[in-house]
């Protein structure tokens, strides 16, 4: 199992680009989430899904957007990059099934700079 | 609203001692869970242990337990025979508790400890 993935692992744009960062999961979870993580400031839930179809915003949504098609896959969009979504993006997944600890599990990160 | 706080931005500990990172919790309600995540260097998120408010003993997991004092609501990490390969970003985080969002699993995250060990 590759667990959680995500493409790119790296990306510069400049300022005004559109980008999509593509998170893919093979543990079949319902739950997926994008983070942001900043210095000195955690992760920062952008938005996340409870299931297909399904979306809804986190603490920090403004300037991105996602999509949840396939259960196995959770997009994030920007369409005009601004320098203050320079920052570490991970893509987390999680199971619903109660009664578990349902830890969320972390792709390896993409790190993109807005120039 | 629901906090989590990591008031030690950086700890040193020498090889093979034991270290205590804490982490506090503010909510309201009765039912929540709280993780602890490893970052090293390399940037991946890793689980290392899980304590339920419910749960009667403290978490352990090899090398790593969980001083939970429910009514400090501390939720301290405690890392025995600390190893080099321990260096890294340790993250506190807390569960949402079900009567705000639902049933989401979405965690609430502290800033953040960088444990360093020294040989």
């Known amino acids: 199992n590759a667990g959680v993935t995500q493409t790119p692992k790296f990306r510069v744009l400049k300022t005004g680009q559109s980008m999509t960062l593509l998170c893919a999961q093979d543990?079949?979870?319902?739950?997926m989430y994008w983070y942001r993580q900043d210095p000195g400031m955690g992760l920062r839930l952008i938005h996340y899904s409870v299931g297909e179809g399904t979306t809804a915003k986190g603490e920090v949504p403004d300037g991105y957007n996602v999509s949840r098609l396939k259960k196995q896959n959770f997009l994030l969009g920007l369409e005009s990059a601004a320098p203050s979504q320079t920052s570490v993006y991970f893509c987390?997944?999680?199971?619903?099934?109660?009664?578990?600890?349902?830890?969320?599990?972390f792709g390896p990160g993409t790190r993109l700079t807005v120039l | 609203a629901q906090k989590i706080t990591q008031t030690q931005p950086g700890m040193f500990v020498q090889e093979k001692e034991a270290v205590t990172l804490d982490c506090t919790y503010d909510?309201?309600?009765?039912?929540?869970?709280l993780f602890w995540y490893k970052q090293p260097s390399s940037g991946e998120m890793i689980f290392l242990i899980y304590?339920?408010?419910?749960?009667?003993q403290n978490a352990t997991e090899g090398r790593y337990s969980l001083n939970f004092q429910k009514a400090r609501k501390s939720a301290n990490l405690v890392i025995s025979a600390s190893q080099l390969g321990d260096s890294a970003m340790y993250f506190c985080a807390m569960r949402e508790p079900f009567r705000y969002g639902g049933a989401t699993n979405k965690l609430i995250f502290g800033t953040g400890t960088l444990l360093a060990v020294q040989p």
């Open positions: 909510t309201s309600d009765p039912s929540y869970g």
């Open positions: 987390a997944s999680s199971s619903s099934v109660t009664g578990q600890h349902n830890e969320q599990f």
């Open positions: 304590q339920g408010s419910y749960d009667q």
């Open positions: 543990m079949n979870h319902e739950y």
